[in-house]
């Protein structure tokens, strides 16, 4: 990808007066997962967890002011106990199935992702789809397992995305990380979602090879899909023995606007995707400017 397109994710944040901040015993100095229950969350007030019967009103509440444009699409409630967290996981699988969470176990924080609606649900999955119909046509059908909704524990946090995929056989071993992972959004969730994607590149220790970012603005119209990856970038705190650093980056950014697409073709590696070299007929994963107007038609035409 062209070096314009490239941006290096900060995942640092000055304190938020709406959410405390987890220190440690010894120093208090802030947890490292800190930047988990701040970033992008300005002006998101913490919940207290008192029952899944207020959590369920709640998210009722803040899902039908997201619907009418009144409120952003995460909630944080805190303290929330690991037992608490299974039994409002519970609930999520039978009445809210379309929520996200990401839980910070310093703080015991649960971070709440709340899908903005049908526009949102039908980006991720025919985007899925249009990826799935990709492999397939390679005649590796068999060789990824897509899973939804799977917690994957980080480094004092645990988290679940909208879509991932992971290799064969690695999908056998539920410790494994996935390849590929997708988050979705809206648009004014932009620097929370980047955070989420430098949360699975990070966390994963760069098992998770790329993550796609999907954000919508429906008043413009308008859908984003960026591409984050593992880069090497120079190390500002310069030492003899390490010059350059690893670090989550933007790679590819296309916009869809009324049907023009830039900033296309969207170029997937096939070994990062599948962890092996292709074989005859195989190769990288490419969403060409047809694919991507086609792919925002398909979106646009269920909301008219």
């Not at 899902?63 to 009418?68: D, G, I, P, R």
């Not at 699409?73 to 996200?100: E, N, S």
């Not at 009324?258 to 590696?269: E, S």
């Amino acid at each position: 990808m062209a070096a314009a397109l490239e941006k290096q994710v900060d995942l640092s944040l000055a304190p938020s007066p709406n959410l405390s901040s987890p220190q440690t015993p010894e120093t208090g100095v802030p947890h490292p997962e800190d930047r988990y229950i701040r970033l992008g969350l300005e002006g998101v007030e913490r919940q207290e967890y008192r029952s899944t019967r207020s959590f369920t009103k709640a998210i009722d509440l803040q899902t039908e002011e997201l619907l009418s444009g009144n409120a952003g699409q995460y909630a944080v409630f805190a303290p929330v106990t690991i037992k608490q967290l299974a039994t409002i996981d519970r609930i999520r699988d039978t009445r809210h199935k379309g929520l996200r969470f990401l839980y910070v176990h310093s703080d015991r924080a649960l971070i709440v992702k709340i899908s903005p609606g049908l526009v949102h649900g039908l980006a991720k999955r025919r985007l899925a789809n249009m990826f799935n119909e990709k492999v397939v046509e390679m005649g590796l059908g068999n060789g990824l397992a897509e899973l939804d909704c799977v917690a994957f524990e980080g480094r004092g946090s645990s988290k679940e995305a909208d879509c991932t995929w992971t290799p064969h056989p690695r999908y056998c071993d539920p410790s494994d990380w996935p390849t590929v992972v997708i988050e979705c959004g809206i648009s004014k969730s932009i620097e929370r979602l980047e955070m989420e994607a430098g949360w699975w590149l990070d966390n994963s220790g760069g098992e998770v090879k790329i993550v796609l970012v999907i954000s919508i603005s429906q008043a413009d119209r308008k859908i984003s899909l960026d591409q984050w990856e593992l880069a090497t970038a120079p190390n500002l705190e310069v030492s003899e023995d390490r010059s350059t650093i690893t670090v989550p980056t933007k790679t590819g950014h296309v916009e869809i606007v009324d049907g023009m697409v830039t900033g296309a073709p969207l170029r997937l590696d096939f070994k990062k995707i599948f962890l092996s070299d292709p074989g005859e007929g195989q190769g990288d994963i490419v969403f060409t400017p047809k694919d991507l107007e086609e792919y925002a038609d398909d979106v646009w035409g269920f909301c008219k």
